[in-house]
């Protein structure tokens, strides 16, 4: 059983950065696939980015591609989300989850934290 817990979030202006963590512990979650997922009010939960567990694959969602930065230590058991260049459109709850493979689906993740809130005012 792996545990995921979000932090970093909060309130930020337009065009400001926030980096999001993810700290995994039990299991063996340094071996997991691990990505991040988003849900604005009124929408389905979304992909954002995943990551391979030797951080030789990225994915991301177009709509983050060259604004958010996915990455991970292995070491400390934690993955990052560094979201640069904020819009108000990113404003959501986002959920790490730490899954089999860094693909856009939710069914391949078997883990998810509770969410932490960004939210990006104009």
């Known amino acids: 059983q792996v545990q995921l817990v979000e932090s970093g979030g909060g309130l930020v202006q337009a065009g400001d950065s926030l980096r999001l963590s993810c700290a995994a512990s039990?299991?063996?979650?340094?071996?997991?696939?691990m990505g991040w997922f988003r849900q604005a009010p009124g929408k389905e939960r979304e992909f954002v980015a995943a990551i391979s567990w030797g951080s030789t694959f990225r994915n991301y969602a177009d709509s983050v591609k060259g604004r958010f930065t996915i990455s991970r230590d292995n070491a400390k058991n934690t993955v990052y989300l560094q979201m640069n260049s904020l819009k108000p459109e990113d404003t959501s709850v986002y959920y790490c989850?730490?899954?089999?493979?860094?693909?856009?689906?939710?069914?391949?993740?078997?883990?998810w934290g509770q969410g932490t809130l960004v939210t990006v005012s104009s």
């Open positions: 039990g299991g063996t979650s340094s071996s997991y696939a």
């Open positions: 989850a730490a899954g089999r493979s860094p693909r856009a689906t939710q069914r391949e993740y078997d883990y």
